[in-house]
């Protein structure tokens, strides 16, 4: 009986803390659909503010997937390698550079920002594009492909499955795309969503990096709030919301092993 009010209290306070974190949310989105935020619901919902978005910033959208996607693909072919190569070898030296290798998320973005307009802003054009943008989002979100990777392959023992595979006679190659890849699979699907919905909500790094012609979503988001009218800023945080939500709730199913442990390794054996 005595534990039933301190649930309560919990309870309370845990939809308090819901409640004051997502009421901002609410109300911001509803004023991206209202046609007038301070007259209130009253003045009746709208798509104009949605559509105004569309019509402004559409090219930042479109440009912020681009680069996600892009992203997605360089870490993938960069982390899985590397990720392999540090399961495998192990010890003093593995543990050196998967510490280096993150030490991009400890360092603030506009830091590395301000290294890589040092280390390359002289190339006129590569400034100017939007893969200079791309470097900085790479590394900022490799290590987190690399650790979600590694993660996978050192639980499951990819050493002993490999192993396996070259006493049959697999070639290297083979080991690695029928053997390592398929028993790393959540771990680079959950790698790849979290590259994905970083890379598309990423702005301190990218403020620094862009030009007037390579702006992203976060940075048109935050554009919109100091120039445009406050209905528009809310409609184009909407869209943002549209874009990311959807992607980190796959994130959290994607990270999720429904199989066991055990018979994944079994089914990968037999």
Known sequence: MTRKPLFLLQLCFTLAVCLFLMVPVILSVMAGL??????????GLTLRWVEEVWRLYQDTIWRSLGIA???????TLI??????????????????IEETITLPIAIPGLA???????????????????LFILVGHVLFTLPFMVRSV??????????QLEEGAASLGASFSRRFLTVVVPNCRPGILAGALMVVTLSIGEF??????????TKTLPVGLADS???????????????????????LIAMQMAAR??????????????
């Not at 996607?69 to 870490?75: F, N, Q």
């Not at 092993?257 to 037999?270: C, F, G, L």
Request: hydrophobic share 55%; net charge positive.
């Open 257 to 270: 092993d429904r199989r066991p442990r055990r018979r994944i390794a079994k089914d990968m054996t037999s």
């Open 34 to 43: 209202t046609a007038n935020f301070f007259v209130g619901l009253s003045s």
């Open 112 to 130: 590395i920002a301000l290294a890589l307009i040092l280390t390359w802003g002289g190339l006129r054009e590569f400034r100017m594009s939007w």
């Open 204 to 213: 301190n790094l990218t403020w620094m990096l862009h030009t007037p012609l």
């Open 150 to 159: 590694l993660a996978v392959m050192l639980s499951i023992n990819i050493r």
């Open 69 to 75: 996607m892009a992203c997605l693909a360089v870490t």
């Open 225 to 247: 709030y100091a120039s445009m009218r406050l209905e528009i800023a809310s409609a184009y945080t909407l869209v943002f919301f549209v874009m990311i939500v959807p992607l």
């Open 79 to 96: 982390g899985i390698p590397a990720a392999y190569v540090l399961a495998m070898r192990g010890g003093r030296m593995a543990r050196l």
